[in-house]
């Protein structure tokens, strides 16, 4: 399958989750890319069947601003992405009111876009370590799952 990975961070939490992401995808055969949020246009996504869509929270509560920047020049265009599936991984820290709300926020935004939203959201709880990658391997295998 045709899967893009992008992610959005501040402090290079999400990208570590992603690169491990991309490198599990790509070892069961499928076709991969990895973007950074930074770099991308919301229309590059759209030749992907799935796409990983990574970021953390910051504020109170709220998007990781690169994040934001993305969704609003998405939104400014009218962008449609129907014909891509989207799962999100979402980053934050539970010492905070307001936890990992990331994942929720971008999800509503694609669905307004039109895209296919695919549950649940993975919410990532501090600094990345063996044991986050592995619940993140075990989460994306049901996502796949449901690709079938
Ligand atoms: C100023 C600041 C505000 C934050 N606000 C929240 C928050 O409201 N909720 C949350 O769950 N995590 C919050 N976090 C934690 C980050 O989301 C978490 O550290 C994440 O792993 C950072 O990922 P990144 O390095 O990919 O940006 C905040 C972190 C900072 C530094």
């Known amino acids: 399958m045709k899967i893009a990975v992008t992610f959005s961070t501040l402090s ?19 076709e991969t890319k990895l973007f ?5 246009d919301a229309d590059q996504l759209k030749e992907y069947e799935l796409v990983f869509f990574g970021s953390s929270t910051y504020g109170d509560g709220e998007l990781n601003p690169i994040t934001e920047i993305f969704l609003s020049t998405a939104d400014q265009k009218n962008h449609n992405c129907n ?30 876009m039109h895209g296919n939203i695919i549950e649940p959201i993975l919410q990532i709880d501090g600094y990345p370590n063996q044991d986050t990658f592995q619940k993140c391997k075990q989460w994306a295998e049901t996502i796949l799952d449901q690709m079938k």
């Open 83 to 112: 014909n891509t599936h989207f799962a999100f991984f979402s980053l934050g820290d539970s010492s905070y009111p307001i936890f990992s709300s990331s994942g929720t926020l971008s999800s509503e935004r694609i669905a307004k």
């Open 36 to 40: 950074d949020a930074m770099n991308v």
């Open 12 to 30: 290079g939490n999400t990208a570590l989750v992603a690169n491990d992401l991309i490198e599990y995808l790509e070892n069961k055969g499928h």
